[in-house]
């Protein structure tokens, strides 16, 4: 239904995507996998026309419509609520715009092709659209008294519910969607993997998320090589496969080796000896071919993070008194008293999102307490990797080296070469640190993020959802980095592996204080007593 032909990408040297042959069946949903930078969401773009390939084409069968799940939050910002969902079907919007200018300026000639545009608007179920819209609003948890708000009048997660009710109204055939599940609670999460689950039509969504992914994919599409493999099946299934071939490959290659030892030792038996060389020569033409014969290892790599503090912070680490924070609609926080201790390696938890990212904001200065103080260790020095990082790549000018150059402490580590051994490390080679900061691809601006954070040397880490973006690989290194971390960290995420692995210390934020246990993430939530506690405080 959907097919590329002989698609090519190209970034100066760096090819993307090299004749990329394939085809979207009707009914399935695709699960588009690949390293950080792989060329997913250029894909996805290239797929939806938002962007030209160098080469190829990509074709939608005739009379299909193809909807895309937009990611910048604010682009629908002057519209009404119910409006932006309707936006959703361009065409039918398209007619319902031009019969409202028709009745602006109305005449018999005009009148005609109201009555013309008024058949299409009928065929397309436009009457009911508004009502169809609300219902899926209400579907979403937007209730009936915000459908009429402007969006710029609603809080991040709330907009998310919208744009997604947007691109799947009015049924497209093809959905598309990249990363869907970054900003979603997971109560969201359950609902849209439900949906999908569900849902007739192609989808193709590109997702780190593995309990996403298994729960929602007929299909996994591998992007590696330049290439693009489907493979049936959801992503556990790919992966398990895909970790057996490895294994077999790697035999086959340990045969290849043994091999080639056999065929050393050939040529070192028979090399002297005269009449059996020209035999030697052949053989040894057949060990450069198994040289380049070896398998093509995967192209995905794991990143150098390393944090390490420039001196151990004292005993004082952070003391937090009486905070408390509130929205217009809601609060947040409040009463919060807390004392860290060095070493603490705390999970801040909460059921609103938004509670942790302010917790955050407000000890990091970026936003102002409703009342309460806190107070740092005059020993700590602290660097934040905050959930938004947008900021930091609107200056489109900087290539990643005079990017990091900005966060160097020292003149060494203003050095080139300094510079771009950094970025090597954090998987930026060559070519790759001269590229421009705003072209950056979600997790390679987390990776600058984390590599500037690794710059400050700071003994307190903040992390607010420091996995989302993040493909399989960066994740298990930035987790490691973590675990090794001798300093204190203060850290959110919706992976639980990585919550686990890393806390020993659980702090959740309610609207009427906090729970603070000394235990693990599994611990905590294991334990009856908090248990009660948390049915208690969000009341
Ligand atoms: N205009 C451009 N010029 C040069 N390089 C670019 C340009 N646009 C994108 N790139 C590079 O192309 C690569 C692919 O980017 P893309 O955003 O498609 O990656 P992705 O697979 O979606 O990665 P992620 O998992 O991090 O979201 C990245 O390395 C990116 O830096
Ligand atoms: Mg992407």
Not at 213 to 238: E, P, R
Not at 495 to 500: N, R, T
């Amino acid at each position: 239904m959907l097919t590329v032909s002989n698609l090519s990408v190209q970034f100066g040297k760096r090819v993307l995507f090299d004749e990329v042959n394939t085809k979207f069946v009707q009914g399935n949903c695709y699960g588009i996998i690949g390293a950080n930078g792989a060329g997913k969401s250029t894909f996805l773009k290239i797929l939806s026309g938002k962007m030209d390939p160098t080469s190829g084409h990509v074709h939608l069968e005739l009379g299909k419509r193809m909807s895309v799940l937009t990611q910048d939050h604010y682009a629908f910002d002057n519209h009404p609520v119910l409006e932006t969902v309707v936006m959703g079907n361009k065409e039918l919007f398209k007619i319902k715009a031009e019969i409202d200018a028709l009745y602006a300026d109305y005449s018999d000639e005009n009148m005609e092709k109201i009555g013309e545009f008024q058949v299409q608007f009928e065929e397309m179920d436009g009457w009911n659209a508004e009502s169809n819209a609300a219902a899926m609003l209400s579907n979403l948890g937007i209730k009936e008294d915000l459908h009429y708000s402007s969006m710029s009048e609603l809080d991040g997660k709330q907009k998310v519910r919208i744009l997604l009710a947007q691109a799947l109204f009015g049924n497209p055939d093809v959905l598309i969607m990249d990363e869907p599940t970054n900003d979603l609670d997971f109560e969201t999460i359950a609902w849209l993997e439900n949906f999908l689950a569900n849902y007739d039509n192609t989808v193709i969504v590109v997702s780190h998320d593995r309990h996403f992914l298994d729960a929602v994919c007929t299909h996994i599409s591998d992007i590696d090589f330049g290439k693009i493999n489907h493979y049936s099946g959801n992503y556990t299934f790919w992966y398990e496969s895909s970790q057996l071939a490895a294994k077999q490959r790697a035999q086959r290659n340990k045969k290849a080796e043994d091999k080639k030892k056999e065929l050393e030792e050939f040529i070192r038996r028979f090399s002297a000896n005269v009449a059996k060389s020209k035999q030697a020569t052949s053989r040894k033409k057949m060990i450069e071919k198994l040289n380049v014969d070896e398998i093509k290892p995967s192209s995905r790599r794991y990143p150098a993070i390393i944090f390490k503090a420039e001196r151990e912070a004292g005993d004082q680490i952070l003391n937090v008194e009486g905070l408390s924070i509130a929205t217009e609609e809601e609060v947040l926080f409040k009463d919060i008293d807390i004392n860290l201790n060095r070493g603490d390696k705390v999970a801040f938890i909460s059921k609103n999102s938004k509670a942790v990212s302010a917790f955050y904001q407000i000890i990091t200065e970026n936003k102002k307490a409703n009342s309460g103080k806190f107070n740092w260790g005059v020993t700590t020095t602290q660097s934040y990797l905050p959930l938004d990082n947008s900021a930091y790549f609107q200056d489109g000018s900087l290539n990643l080296i005079d990017w990091l150059r900005q966060y160097a402490q020292t003149e060494e580590e203003r050095e080139e070469v300094f510079l771009r051994g950094f970025l090597g490390k954090m998987i930026f080679s060559g070519e790759e640190a001269l590229k421009k900061s705003n072209v950056l691809s979600g997790g390679e601006k987390v990776r600058c993020m984390l590599s500037r954070m690794m710059m400050k040397r700071a003994n307190i880490l903040l992390l607010d959802e420091p996995t989302n973006h993040l493909d399989l690989e960066s994740i298990q290194a930035l987790n490691n980095s973590l675990i090794n971390f001798k300093g204190t960290i203060l850290f959110t995420t919706h992976d639980h592996e990585f919550a686990q692995t890393v806390a020993n210390r659980i702090i959740e934020l309610t609207p009427n204080g906090i729970i603070d246990r000394y235990a693990s993430f599994d611990e905590y939530l294991a334990d009856p007593k908090v248990k009660e506690l948390r049915e208690r405080m969000y009341v």
